[in-house]
């Protein structure tokens, strides 16, 4: 099975940029479609992108389009979120999710394994 490791969360101002990584291993990362969810302290999970297994397809949640990239590079076995503009409001914990379906989706109960998540906090 593949295992997921995010990195790159941290402490940025309102207004600043991160780069998310997700590490995958075990598998080939081109066998998933991939996605990227959060959970804020007291909040339900929320769904924030996710990508096809080419990349041909991303589909993002409503608060973060515009703002929000998803991206994949399969020889390297690792998926991206770029995150610009930041809000006080996308602070929470960021993971990210494999599906070995083939349709990309965004209902977390779709994903089958998850990365342990990384923090982001944005100050205002």
């Known amino acids: 099975q593949v295992q997921l490791v995010e990195s790159g969360g941290g402490l940025v101002q309102a207004g600043g940029s991160l780069l998310l990584s997700c590490a995958a291993s075990?598998?080939?990362?081109?066998?998933?479609?991939m996605g990227w969810f959060r959970q804020a302290p007291g909040k339900e999970r929320e769904f924030v992108a996710a990508i096809s297994r080419s990349g041909g397809r991303r589909l993002y949640g409503d608060s973060v389009k515009g703002r929000f990239t998803i991206s994949r590079d399969n020889d390297k076995n690792t998926v991206y979120l770029q995150m610009n503009m930041l809000k006080p409001e996308d602070t929470a914990v960021y993971y990210c999710?494999?599906?070995?379906?083939?349709?990309?989706?965004?209902?977390?109960?779709?994903?089958?394994?998850w990365g342990q998540g990384t923090q982001v906090t944005v100050s205002s």
């Open positions: 999710a494999s599906d070995s379906g083939t349709s990309t989706r965004v209902d977390g109960e779709s994903y089958d394994h």
């Open positions: 075990g598998r080939a990362l081109s066998d998933y479609v």
